[in-house]
T-cell receptor, first 110, second 116 residues
């Protein structure tokens, strides 16, 4: 089992819709959770971090964490074509090592 | 957010030569720096983790004599690809973390290495 799993996609949504990105992790002791956005040919950019169960909202982005289910998600409201990118889920384990999922490719169609 | 720079952004070198890539944290102290490589349309692959003043910890399968990492200060880490071969051509990305204050990692813009 991979440490951090994401559906590779591609996930395609129409402009203005909600994009829902999901991630599961295997280490039950994980403490910190992150979402990064990576445009093609560029390096990852941190867009959200979440540390406790529940929802965390930042603009059009909402991260959701459920430690009991070992599940973290990212919702993007009012999706824009500029949101088209690969979204990486990252999880920090007790030993502080950060593990990345393989990423979900999102396409927002105008 | 925190800023991490990387230099050069793009380099082409001949097979058998060595290339040094610099990674700098510009507005925070990077207690830990990470080096990744990424092939086209593939996920990030962690190569090594370095703590300031200590030897780097390499991931399994990464040759430490080929990929020399130095983290001599809290703002600078370097990766030297020695005796480069065409199969070393890749996108190399560093990231840095201020371990004093958070678990967040901030990425540099990456270095695209092409070995001819």
């Amino acid at each position: 089992q991979k440490e951090v799993e994401q559906n590779s996609g591609p996930l395609s949504v129409p402009e203005g819709a909600i994009a829902s990105l999901n991630c599961t992790y295997s280490d039950r002791g994980s403490q910190s959770f992150f979402w990064y956005r990576q445009y093609s040919g560029k390096s990852p950019e941190l867009i959200m971090s979440i540390y406790s169960n529940g929802d965390k909202e930042d603009g059009r982005f909402t991260a959701q964490l459920n430690k009991a289910s070992q599940y973290v998600s990212l919702l993007i409201r009012d999706s824009q074509p500029s949101d088209s990118a690969t979204y990486l889920c990252a999880v920090t384990q007790l030993n502080n090592d950060m593990r990345f999922g393989a990423g979900t490719r999102l396409t927002v169609k105008p | 957010g925190a800023v991490v720079s990387q230099h050069p952004s793009r380099v082409i070198c001949k097979s058998g030569t060595s290339v040094k890539i610099e990674c700098r944290s510009l507005d925070f102290q990077a207690t830990t720096m990470f080096w990744y490589r990424q092939f086209p349309k593939k996920s990030l692959m962690l190569m090594a983790t370095s703590n300031e003043g200590s030897k780097a910890t390499y991931e399994q399968g990464v040759e430490k004599d080929k990929f020399l990492i130095n983290h001599a200060s809290l703002t600078l880490s370097t990766l030297t690809v020695t005796s480069a071969h065409p199969e070393d051509s890749s996108f190399y990305i560093c990231s840095a973390r201020d371990g004093f204050s958070s678990y967040e990692q901030y990425f540099g813009p990456g270095t695209r290495l092409t070995v001819t």
